[in-house]
C-alpha cells in the first residue's frame, strides 16, 4: 500500500503550458506539503495545507496554485509554466506538526 | 533565520568504513532534527530523528546524537554498505516556545558512494 502517490511520475512540457501534479495519501493524516527539489538536490518547501486550510504559502509565484479538495489530497497547479520551474517536486503528509512522509516526487522538464 | 548546514559532498568510503556526515543548525527553540534519505531516483524516507537534547536517533545502524551546546546533529555508521549509497538530507522543524511549526528547513544533501 503506497502511503504517499503522486501523479504522473514525469512530466516533460513546453515553455507556456499549464499542468497539475496530483498527490494523494492514505495515512489518515491532517497537514501536506509541496517540496521543490531544484537540480543542485537543494529542498525547499512551497505550500503547506492543514485540513484544506493553507498555512505556509512560501515566496512562489503565483503561478503555482495549490488546491485540497480534501484532507487526503493535495494538487499542485502549474500556469505558464518556465524553464526555471523544472525540478523534481515532493509532497509529503504529517499527523500536525509530526514526522513528514514524502511520496516518490514528479520529475518536471520543461522544454 | 533557522537554517541546516552539512558536509558537502560527495563522500565516498569502501564498503565496511566508518561514516560521518556533520551537520549543525541554527534555530530559535528548540528544534526537532531529522535525518533522510534519498536513494537514487526515489523520494526521501525519514532515516532517523531527536526531538530534544541528548535525544540518540538510530535506526538501520545509523545514528546521530542531538546536541545543543555545539548545535549539531552529526549522522555515523561504524560500518557502511554499498547499499547505503545515496544523499543524506540533515532537516530541522523550528520550534519555539509557542508550540512546534510544521515547517521542515533542509541542509543541502550530502551524496555519499559506497564501493565494494
Known amino acids: 500500500d503506497t502511503a504517499v502517490s503522486q501523479t504522473p511520475k514525469y512530466l516533460v512540457t513546453q515553455m507556456g503550458n499549464d499542468k497539475s501534479i496530483k498527490c494523494e495519501q492514505n495515512l489518515g493524516h491532517d497537514t501536506m506539503y509541496w517540496y521543490k527539489q531544484d537540480s543542485k538536490k537543494f529542498l525547499k518547501i512551497m505550500f503547506s495545507y492543514n485540513n484544506k486550510e493553507l498555512i505556509i504559502n512560501e515566496t512562489v509565484p503565483n503561478r503555482f496554485s495549490p488546491k485540497s479538495p480534501d484532507k487526503a489530497h493535495l494538487n499542485l497547479h502549474i500556469n505558464s509554466l518556465e524553464l526555471g520551474d523544472s525540478a523534481v517536486y515532493f509532497c509529503a503528509s504529517s499527523p500536525g506538526v509530526g514526522t513528514q512522509y514524502f511520496g516518490p516526487g514528479t520529475r518536471l522538464l520543461v522544454l | 533565520g533557522d537554517s541546516v548546514t552539512q558536509m558537502e559532498g560527495p563522500v565516498t568510503l569502501s564498503e565496511e568504513a566508518f561514516l560521518t556526515i556533520n551537520c549543525t543548525y541554527t534555530?530559535?527553540?528548540?528544534?526537532?532534527l531529522f535525518w533522510y534519505v534519498q536513494y537514487p531516483g526515489e523520494g526521501l524516507q525519514l532515516l532517523l530523528k531527536a526531538t530534544k537534547a541528548d535525544d540518540k536517533g538510530s535506526n538501520k545502524g545509523f545514528e546521530a546524537t542531538y546536541r545543543k551546546e555545539t548545535t549539531s546533529f552529526h549522522l555515523e555508521k561504524g560500518s557502511v554498505q554499498v547499499s547505503d549509497s545515496a544523499v543524506y538530507f540533515c532537516a530541522l522543524i523550528p520550534r519555539g516556545y509557542g508550540g512546534a511549526t510544521n515547517k521542515l528547513i533542509f541542509g543541502t544533501g550530502t551524496l555519499l558512494a559506497v564501493q565494494p
Open positions: 534555530a530559535t527553540g528548540y528544534p526537532s
